[in-house]
Structure formats: C-alpha cells, structure tokens
C-alpha cells in the first residue's frame, strides 16, 4: 500500500508572524482505467487500496455487476495505470470521464501553455497583507450563511484583497469556480491578480482552473492536495490551506502575502463602536446589514483597527459580534441610547480619550478620524460639523466627560448635547474638514431602507443623486 501522505516544508503564518515547518500533505492520484484496451477514464483519488476503486467505479458505472464480469484487473503503481478486461463491449459513443470527488474534475496536468508560466505569472507584483486572507475568508463564510438554506453545499468567492467581488455556491466545488468565472464574464469583472477562497479541498482541478483566469492567490478551510501544491508552485499561484481564525498555512509562493510595516496608530484614544441602537426606522439591525462584500460593523471595525490599538465596540448583545477580534462591553445604563453608550465607552476604554462612531457609518474617512483626534487638546469633546449640523456620534470625548453625562443620565434625559455645557467644547467648523473628505462620506450614516438601498445602487459619474451633502439623513443625538 503506498503511503497516502506527504510532508513538504510550508509556511505558517500565526499571531502576526510566519514560521517554516513540515506539513503532511493529502496525495492526489491520478489513475488511467483501460478497459478492454481503451482509455476509458481517469480517477484523481488518494492512492489507497485503488482495486476496490476500480471495481467500484466500473460497477457504478454500469459496465458490471459481479466479480464474473471482471475478467482480469491489474494496477501499476509506479505508472499509474489499470488495465481491465471485463465481460462483453463496452458501447462505441462513451467520452473519457475524468472524475475528482465532488463535481467533474480534468486532466492532472495543466495544459501545454500553462506549463510555460514562470513564477509568479499569474499576478506579477500582487501582493496581499494576511489580513486580506483572513477576512476575506471570513466574509465568504458570511455570504454562505446568507444564501445557504441547507448544508451540505460548497462555496466560494474572489476578492481583490479589499472587499468580496464575486460569491458562489454549488454541490460540485469545482462548480463554484466555473459560476464565477461565468459572472465575471457577464459582468465584465477581470479575475486576473484576484484572491479565491473556497470551502472546500484544493485539488489540481480547481488550481488549473484558477491558473486560466490568472487568479494571484487560492485559499481553503481545509487542505490542499500534492499536486494542486506542485501545480500551484508552478502556474505562480500563491497557496493557503487551513485558513481557520487568525491562522493559515502558505504551501506556494509565500513570498505574495507580506505584512506591511505596521501604521502609526493614534495616541491615547479608543476607537468605540456604538452597536445598541434600536434601528427602528431601519426595521433590522443596522450593524449587520451587507454592503460591499461585508456587514457595516465589518468595515467600521477594519477601518478603526488601523487608526487605533484599542477598539471596543459597545453592545448589549455580544454574541452578534463574536467574529471581531475585540472587546465587546455593554450599556451600565441599560437602554439609555447613544449617550449610555458613549459612557459606557468612556468607562471602558484603556484610554483618556475615545472617538465615538456609530455602526451605520460605514464609509468612515481616516483623514477625517486623524484631523479630529488631532484636535484632541482643544476640549473634552471635539465634535466636528456637517451640513447637517452637528456630528456627535463621529466625535471625540475626554474620560472627564463621565460626571457630566452620568448627571444627565440620572436625571432621565437622554440626548448627548445636554452634557455639553458642563464641558469644554470644541466644534470643527465645516470648513476645517471639507478638504479631508469632499464629499462628506464619512459623516454618511444609513437610518431608512431607501437610503440603505440608495448607498447600495451604482451611481453614474455625474450624478448628484444621493450625494451625502443632500440627503436628508438623521442624526442620533
């Protein structure tokens, strides 16, 4: 019996930082039957106990039905080839069938023009961060639970190391890939230099595949095969397995994902995330609502996380935000809206000072965030304008804020400008802040379905429609 596994030097990358070690690795078999002297098909299998394949394959395939109709049976190893001999014709019009698992698979070797590709040709230059792999892993098991009504189905999805470009789901896993590619080609989307994760083994089907549309990069929960990784190494493709939590595994070409030098982050100040809010006029919960590939909350946090070293996101219902890697405190005054929450943050925080935002502003503008902060010494709040007035869920607040809010609370009222006169205040003009973000995105909160569906239709380059500067949009204070 050959031995079903093999160990190959790979790079693991874990808590921010890579290391070299050996993994066992799944063989992929590929076996050639002929019956009765011709090339009927070729099975992609793990190379174990391959006569009970045969015997299977040709039973379930209707050509016999007991040891009697097998006449003579014999597998050759070292060349990977069975030749059978059974009783009667096997019928003229049958194509050669090429199987692998799930789905119908192809030939295991790529094809003479792929053979060619040097490394790193499917992408020249790509590189992604392995935050890129990580969440978007993460936002492809997200679209499953969305759509999947049932287990049992594979999935996958491209994304351009940003956001989720394109999702799909099927029986087959190989199916996955040719509905994207399909979608790409309807929607005009070019897949050259894009990420793939699938839910499912990596075999040298689905890396061919992936070589053909020139995709940088293919990521699975699970393992790859020996020869998706030689393959892989071959076509330039970069290669993760076990992509789980905060850790994945790089079979080919490593040297594609790179953490980039670390961002300055802003001093002293907490970036928190108000997710309590009762969404009443939105009639679900804004935090979780999808747009571009991932929920609000998603990009609120990935956008928080590279401005500061501490996010805290407040929330009365932990378990919907279990996914982000940060703290999650509740209200100490329990249902008391935005201004509980900003004091609940405030109580929280490691830091002196907080910058407050709310889970239905997802195009939040770093220049925007650093301008305000940089402000920080000019009062315990720093609150900058829009034209819409005020923006004190886009805001920085002082822990000396705590005693100001906690008598407000106390007395019943519940609007956050009624602290504002028992501390310095500091307004940012709407002048001082234009430059940094034109368009006013990142004041841009998300309170009705139509303006949830607004944010999400594509606008015509000179259309005005829907521009932040004039729509009519609530703010919770």
Same mark, same amino acid.
């Given at each position: 019996?050959?031995?079903?596994?093999?160990?190959?030097?790979?790079?693991?990358?874990?808590?921010?930082?890579?290391? *070299?070690?050996?993994?066992?690795? /799944?063989? *992929?078999?590929?076996?050639?039957?002929?019956? &009765?002297?011709? *090339?009927?098909?070729?099975?992609?299998?793990?190379?174990?106990?391959?006569?009970?394949?045969?015997?299977?394959?040709?039973?379930?395939?209707?050509?016999?039905?007991?040891?009697?109709?097998?006449?003579?049976?014999?597998?050759?190893?070292?060349?990977?080839?069975?030749?059978?001999?059974?009783?009667?014709?096997? @019928?003229?019009?049958?194509?050669?069938?090429?199987?692998?698992?799930?789905?119908?698979?192809?030939?295991?070797?790529?094809?003479?023009?792929?053979?060619?590709?040097?490394?790193?040709?499917?992408?020249?230059?790509?590189?992604?961060?392995?935050?890129?792999?990580?969440?978007?892993?993460?936002?492809?098991?997200?679209?499953?639970? &969305?759509?999947?009504?049932?287990?049992?189905?594979?999935?996958?999805?491209?994304?351009?190391?940003?956001?989720?470009?394109?999702?799909?789901?099927?029986? !087959?896993?190989? &199916?996955?890939?040719?509905?994207?590619?399909?979608?790409?080609?309807?929607? !005009?989307?070019?897949?050259?230099?894009?990420?793939?994760?699938?839910?499912?083994?990596?075999?040298?089907?689905?890396?061919?595949?992936?070589?053909?549309?020139?995709?940088?990069?293919?990521?699975?929960?699970?393992?790859?095969?020996?020869?998706?990784?030689?393959?892989?190494?071959?076509?330039?493709?970069?290669?993760?397995?076990? $992509?789980?939590?905060?850790?994945?595994?790089?079979?080919?070409?490593?040297?594609?994902?790179?953490?980039?030098?670390?961002?300055?982050?802003?001093? !002293?100040?907490?970036?928190?995330?108000?997710?309590?809010?009762?969404?009443?006029?939105?009639?679900?919960?804004?935090?979780?609502?999808?747009?571009?590939?991932?929920?609000?909350?998603?990009?609120?946090?990935?956008?928080?996380?590279?401005?500061?070293?501490?996010?805290?996101?407040?929330?009365?219902?932990?378990?919907?935000?279990?996914?982000?890697?940060?703290?999650? /405190?509740?209200?100490?005054?329990?249902?008391?809206?935005?201004?509980?929450?900003?004091?609940?943050?405030?109580?929280?925080?490691?830091?002196?000072?907080?910058?407050? $935002?709310?889970?239905?502003?997802?195009?939040?503008?770093?220049?925007?965030?650093?301008?305000?902060?940089?402000?920080?010494?000019?009062?315990?709040?720093?609150?900058?304008?829009?034209?819409?007035?005020?923006? @004190?869920?886009?805001?920085?607040?002082?822990?000396? %804020?705590?005693?100001?809010? *906690?008598?407000?609370?106390?007395?019943?009222?519940?609007?956050? /400008?009624?602290?504002?006169?028992?501390?310095?205040?500091?307004?940012?003009?709407?002048?001082?802040?234009?430059?940094?973000? @034109?368009?006013?995105?990142?004041?841009?909160?998300? &309170?009705?379905?139509?303006?949830?569906?607004? %944010?999400?239709?594509?606008?015509?380059?000179?259309?005005?429609?829907?521009?932040?500067?004039?729509? @009519?949009?609530?703010?919770?204070?």
């Amino acid at each position: 019996m050959m031995d079903k596994r093999k160990s190959r030097a790979i790079v693991r990358y874990e808590k921010k930082s890579f290391s *070299e070690l050996e993994r066992p690795i /799944v063989q *992929e078999y590929p076996l050639q039957l002929l019956v &009765n002297d011709r *090339e009927l098909a070729t099975l992609i299998s793990s190379p174990h106990q391959l006569n009970f394949l045969v015997a299977g394959f040709l039973r379930l395939q209707g050509f016999v039905e007991s040891l009697d109709d097998i006449l003579s049976l014999g597998i050759c190893a070292d060349f990977g080839s069975a030749r059978i001999r059974v009783k009667g014709e096997i @019928p003229e019009r049958l194509k050669p069938t090429l199987t692998s698992g799930c789905g119908t698979g192809i030939s295991f070797n790529l094809s003479e023009s792929l053979m060619k590709l040097e490394s790193n040709a499917a992408a020249p230059g790509a590189t992604f961060p392995p935050e890129a792999v990580l969440h978007l892993m993460k936002d492809l098991a997200r679209q499953a639970e &969305n759509y999947s009504q049932h287990g049992g189905i594979h999935s996958a999805a491209v994304g351009d190391g940003e956001k989720l470009l394109l999702f799909a789901e099927d029986l !087959g896993r190989h &199916n996955t890939l040719d509905r994207i590619a399909g979608e790409a080609l309807f929607k !005009g989307i070019d897949l050259a230099g894009k990420m793939l994760v699938t839910s499912g083994r990596v075999s040298t089907e689905m890396i061919a595949k992936a070589a053909r549309l020139g995709i940088a990069l293919v990521a699975s929960r699970t393992s790859p095969t020996d020869l998706a990784v030689e393959l892989a190494a071959q076509a330039g493709i970069t290669l993760v397995g076990y $992509v789980r939590g905060e850790t994945f595994e790089i079979y080919s070409h490593a040297e594609r994902i790179a953490v980039s030098a670390p961002e300055q982050k802003i001093a !002293g100040v907490t970036g928190v995330i108000l997710a309590g809010g009762e969404s009443r006029r939105m009639g679900c919960d804004k935090s979780l609502l999808p747009i571009a590939g991932a929920r609000f909350i998603d990009h609120i946090y990935r956008k928080l996380a590279t401005l500061f070293d501490e996010v805290v996101i407040v929330t009365n219902s932990p378990g919907l935000y279990q996914d982000i890697p940060c703290r999650k /405190v509740p209200d100490i005054y329990y249902a008391k809206g935005s201004l509980a929450g900003i004091h609940s943050g405030l109580c929280h925080a490691r830091h002196e000072k907080i910058f407050v $935002v709310a889970c239905d502003m997802p195009f939040l503008s770093a220049d925007i965030i650093h301008g305000i902060c940089a402000r920080a010494e000019r009062g315990e709040v720093v609150i900058p304008q829009s034209p819409r007035g005020l923006e @004190p869920l886009h805001a920085l607040y002082h822990k000396s %804020c705590i005693p100001a809010i *906690e008598e407000i609370l106390d007395s019943g009222r519940r609007r956050i /400008v009624h602290f504002f006169p028992a501390v310095r205040v500091e307004e940012l003009p709407i002048g001082d802040l234009t430059g940094l973000d @034109p368009e006013g995105q990142s004041f841009r909160n998300i &309170n009705t379905p139509e303006e949830y569906f607004q %944010c999400r239709a594509p606008q015509r380059p000179d259309s005005k429609k829907g521009s932040p500067a004039e729509e @009519p949009l609530a703010k919770q204070n």
